[in-house]
């Protein structure tokens, strides 16, 4: 009976990321969220858990399909071999409630120790907020939450969900996620991300977020931002520093205000833009201007850990479940599967001075998928090694030091085919220089 016993639990794995999400931990979040079987099963709970991850893994083939690499390494087993159908019903079964309580558990800004380089400034942890859109199947199971977009061609041809985000910028782990169909906006999310800010923290993001609310809601969990204002709203200058920096209001807060014109310069000449940042960093000798404006271009991290989500795991695709809970369930695994990985790249990183920035998500992200195939060190005794072999792969081909250079934002792939004829644009990076210069004002 112990034997087989051991057959039905094996396939529950992913792999080597296995030893940063153990089997206790999923076996102790299906025993929180009421979603243990009642009866042995050839799916337990613990294996639907396990499926659902390495299906982020890989998004490319079904569920069978995710189903038979999980078994491919542990034909010694002798793995029972589920329906299409069976697989379905056990998805259903244990609902999003295990996935969710898995991301609220291993969620947090990974290298959080202020000693690491490249995750704090000042004794901060830099972090950004920022939104992104997923496509879901049209379904009308789906379309009883989540809506299309209307535009002026129609609108999409699938409905969307609203994903915002709090990421530290030096790992891009995710600090905490929440989600919403597309009628609810970036700043009205915003506030199911405070309980997760703290003092210490400083946030980054992008003007959408100059708004009363989403200020003052940062303020009072004592943490600081570095916040694009609009250049539009008009602000009373209460005292400026030698920085050429103000101290202003905005509504019940005292900011302080950075004008600053940015110049970047690359072989096809200069282009200019004004900047206006809003901060609560309040001593100008601390925190200089030109250093502020600086560090506001770490808010990119964000857009890169967006990319790695959806282009590099996803690769475009619409998300598969076709009802609303099947859906929340999806992205719930999506965001673990994420952290997983990032976790795999900042521990190697770490464990011999790398900057977290040159470990290749491509890279990582590609061995764990071979780890699951081989079913590599995921039911094993053996101890668990803060480099194992996904960190190995990553610290041997190590991205170059990161250079400044820019590249045009564009949409890349047009709503229709049609609407994308006319002049070819040129979308290829360029190195350039960046020079700040922060713009003097009237007295108060």
Not at 13 to 38: F, N, S, Y
Not at 361 to 368: E, G, L, R, S, Y
Not at 415 to 421: E, L
């Amino acid at each position: 009976m112990a034997a087989e016993h051991d057959r039905r639990y094996a396939p529950g794995h992913l792999g080597e990321l296995t030893r940063l999400l153990p089997i206790e931990m999923v076996d102790e979040a299906v025993q929180q969220t009421r979603t243990l079987q009642k009866r042995l099963r050839g799916l337990p709970a613990r294996v639907v858990v396990y499926l659902l991850l390495a299906g982020c893994l890989f998004p490319e083939v079904g569920y069978p399909g995710v189903w038979r690499k999980l078994t491919a390494g542990l034909a010694h087993l002798a793995p029972v071999r589920p329906s299409a159908s069976a697989l379905c019903q056990a998805r259903r079964r244990i609902g999003p409630a295990p996935l969710k309580w898995l991301f609220d558990l291993i969620r947090g800004p990974e290298g959080a120790a202020p000693a690491r380089a490249g995750v704090w400034w000042k004794g901060l942890l830099v972090t950004a907020i920022d939104g992104t859109i997923l496509t879901v199947p049209d379904q009308p199971a789906v379309r009883t939450r989540y809506v299309k977009q209307a535009g002026h061609h129609g609108g999409t041809g699938y409905p969307q969900v609203r994903l915002l985000a709090l990421l530290t910028c030096g790992t891009r782990t995710l600090i905490d996620a929440v989600f919403a169909p597309t009628t609810v906006g970036e700043t009205t999310l915003a506030p199911g991300l405070w309980s997760s800010l703290r003092a210490g923290m400083l946030v980054l993001a992008d003007r959408n977020f100059d708004a009363v609310d989403v200020l003052t809601g940062i303020a009072q969990c004592d943490a600081d931002f570095l916040i694009r204002g609009k250049t539009s709203r008009r602000l009373p200058v209460l005292a400026r520093h030698q920085d050429e920096s103000f101290t202003s209001r905005i509504g019940p807060l005292t900011v302080r205000v950075i004008d600053a014109q940015i110049t970047v310069t690359t072989a096809d000449g200069e282009q200019r833009c004004a900047y206006r940042l809003l901060t609560t960093l309040m001593d100008p000798v601390r925190y200089p201007a030109h250093q502020l404006v600086g560090l506001y271009h770490e808010r990119w991290e964000i857009e890169t850990a967006y990319l790695e989500l959806k282009a590099s795991i996803l690769g475009g695709r619409v998300l598969r479940a076709r009802t609303a809970p099947g859906l929340e369930q999806e992205i719930y695994a999506l965001l673990v599967t994420y952290q997983l990985i990032r976790t795999a790249i900042s521990d190697a990183a770490y464990a011999t001075g790398m900057d977290p920035d040159r470990g290749s998500f491509t890279i990582a992200w590609q061995t764990a998928k071979d780890q699951v195939v081989l079913a590599q060190h995921a039911i094993d005794d053996a101890a668990v090694e803060l480099v194992g072999v996904i960190g190995a792969e990553v610290l041997a081909d190590p991205l170059p030091p990161r250079r400044l250079r820019v590249c045009p934002r564009i949409v890349k792939r047009a709503i229709s085919k049609y609407q994308a004829r006319g002049p070819v644009i040129d979308r290829s990076c360029r190195q350039a220089r960046l020079d700040v210069y922060v713009l003097p004002g009237e007295p108060p």
